[in-house]
């Protein structure tokens, strides 16, 4: 019998890396997410607000599961005169390591770093990747890649297309 969305999550919920929760999905499958910032501090003339989340949306179809990565940003400034804002998304597989640290004077009063994260992200992808071999699934590409690798590969053959019509055209003497 194929391992299921909650098997998977129930072996993966204790060797996730610190600071990552399992949140189940009302349509099947399970986010494994991160909040790396969640801060409202103040600048020199303005108030600033931020929030990032990071996630990694599985959901497993018979023996094979597929991992999606998504990242969501919210951040504000409100200061003498404006406000200015910024919403941001990423969807599909992102690769890297990301770093920042803020310092500046938090809503509280406090002093100190009010954004602070490190987050590779391989490290997480190979966990998943790992428990889920070890409960018997294999990995595929979510849709949203499938469709990026798709319209790479319609661009390179459009050009190449056109690359071949150009020489043709060229040799028969039509372009000089």
């Known amino acids: 019998m194929a391992a299921t969305d909650q098997d998977l999550a129930r072996a993966l919920a204790p060797r996730l890396p610190a600071g990552w929760t399992i949140v189940p999905l009302d349509d099947g499958g399970f986010d494994v997410t991160r909040d790396l910032a969640d801060a409202t501090?103040?600048?020199l003339s303005s108030v600033k607000r931020r929030a990032?989340?990071?996630?990694?949306?599985?959901k497993v179809d018979g023996d094979r599961f597929s991992m999606e990565d998504l990242s969501r940003e919210v951040r504000w400034e409100a200061g003498v005169a404006r406000f200015t804002g910024n919403v941001s998304m990423t969807r599909g597989r992102i690769i890297?390591?990301?770093?920042?640290?803020?310092?500046a004077v938090g809503a509280d009063g406090s002093v100190g770093p009010q954004v602070d994260y490190t987050v590779k992200?391989?490290?997480?992808?190979?966990?998943?990747?790992?428990?889920?071999?070890?409960?018997?699934l294999s990995e595929r590409m979510p849709t949203s890649m499938k469709i990026g690798v798709?319209?790479?590969?319609?661009?390179?053959?459009?050009?190449?297309?056109a690359g071949i019509v150009l020489l043709v055209l060229w040799i028969a003497g039509v372009i000089p």
Request: zero cysteines.
């Open 150 to 161: 798709a319209m790479a590969g319609g661009t390179v053959g459009v050009l190449v297309l």
């Open 52 to 58: 990032t989340v990071l996630t990694h949306r599985i």
């Open 96 to 103: 890297g390591q990301w770093t920042e640290t803020v310092y």
């Open 121 to 136: 992200l391989s490290e997480t992808h190979d966990v998943i990747r790992a428990v889920a071999a070890e409960v018997g």
């Open 41 to 43: 501090y103040l600048g």
